[in-house]
Structure formats: structure tokens, C-alpha cells
């Protein structure tokens, strides 16, 4: 009696061996434990180029590496046809340039809303309405620091820690962030555009 195996391929695998298995690319299960150990450990990939790259691989072609290896075994494929794997060379983790990354990403992202926002005001004349509301409800002309300055900074910034739903390394809810969502998006569309284009098809790779 045959066993079935059951693949699940994931959309974007990152590894870090040039020698990639199974395992590192998708989720296998089979109800005979032994021949889900032998299929998880099966190499499906060597990567030749020692250097940062992302290549696309046939879901097809792995099935059918899975049931050359043992004839009584019946492969189904779950999830994408095709996939991309993400090879990143091992090393020690650099962390002077990814907190100079981090830290010019925040410099970029805090003085451009900063100038986003003052441009803004300035458009459609913030000030110029907080005067002619002050004007109106007190009476008298406002000296540019009143209430209402106070309650629009108090409100603009709570108002963008409830968007990005952030308070610090704590989320507010278990919603994801718009930035999660945008990279997610981001990257799905980076796989799609590779699985599209071929792009991992050049040499680089050997079938198992």
C-alpha cells in the first residue's frame, strides 16, 4: 500500500545552506513517520553561487524528486507550483550597519512627516483658522498659544500612535501595523515579480 505524503511549499523559503532540503522550503507530513523523516531530509536544491541571491523553484519537479526516492510513495503538492527561495550566506550578524540603517530610516521617516505636516498646516492655514476660531469663541485675537494649538499637537500625535497602533515595542491591539501590511504586500509582490520574470531560472542552482 502506497503512503501519502503531504507538501506543503511555502510562497517564500529563506535559507541560510547551500544545500537546501525539503524541510527548508515546505512542511511535510506523512502518517508513517519514517518516510516522512526520509522525504523532509531529501536535498532538493544546491545553490552554487556563495553570495546573496533569490531564486525560483518548480514545486512540480520536487514532487516528482519525492517519489523517485521511494515507489511507494504518493506526493501531493499544497500551496504554490512555484516558489522562491531566498539564500542569505552565513555570518556574524552586523550590527553597526543595521543600526545605522535603522537609525537613518527613523531620521528620514520622523523630518519627512515633520515637513509633511508643516506643509500641510501651512496649505490649508492652520494657524490662520486656530486665530479666527479663538476670535470667534473668546473674544479676542489669539497670541498663537492657546488651547486649541495645544489640544491639535496633543491630537496629532495620538492620533498617528493609534494609526501605526504603536506605543513603544507594545502593540495596542493584535490588528496587524500599516506598515506590516505594506511590507507584506511588499514582499508579495517581490515574489510574484520574480516567479513572473524567471528570474531564478538562471544558472545559480542544481536540482538535488
Not at 18 to 32: E, I, Q, S
Not at 64 to 85: I, N, S, Y
Request: hydrophobic letters at 45%; aromatic letters at 8%.
Amino acid at each position: 500500500m502506497r503512503d501519502t505524503v503531504y507538501i506543503q511549499f511555502k510562497e517564500l523559503a529563506e535559507v541560510t545552506s547551500r544545500d537546501v532540503l525539503l524541510k527548508d522550503v515546505a512542511r511535510v507530513y506523512c502518517r508513517n513517520t519514517a518516510k516522512q523523516e526520509k522525504c523532509s531530509g531529501l536535498p532538493v536544491m544546491h545553490i552554487q553561487k556563495a553570495e546573496k541571491h533569490r531564486y525560483v523553484a518548480n514545486a512540480l519537479k520536487i514532487i516528482a524528486m519525492v517519489e523517485a526516492l521511494d515507489a511507494d510513495l504518493d506526493a501531493r503538492a499544497l500551496g504554490p507550483a512555484d516558489f522562491v527561495v531566498a539564500y542569505e550566506p552565513p555570518g556574524p550578524p552586523k550590527l553597526l550597519r543595521q543600526w545605522a540603517k535603522t537609525l537613518f530610516v527613523c531620521g528620514i521617516c520622523f523630518f519627512g512627516a515633520a515637513f509633511a505636516i508643516m506643509t500641510f498646516n501651512n496649505d490649508v492655514s492652520v494657524a490662520d483658522v486656530f486665530k479666527e476660531v479663538h476670535l470667534l469663541i473668546m473674544g479676542s485675537p489669539s497670541d498663537g498659544f492657546s488651547v486649541l494649538e495645544v489640544s491639535y499637537c496633543l491630537g496629532l500625535a495620538l492620533g498617528i500612535l493609534v494609526f501605526f497602533n504603536h506605543v513603544a515595542a507594545k502593540k495596542l491591539n493584535t490588528d496587524p501595523t500599516p506598515l506590516e501590511v505594506e511590507m507584506r504586500l511588499y514582499e508579495d509582490n517581490i515574489t510574484k515579480t520574480l516567479i513572473a520574470s524567471g528570474s531564478g531560472k538562471e544558472s545559480g542552482t542544481d536540482g538535488g
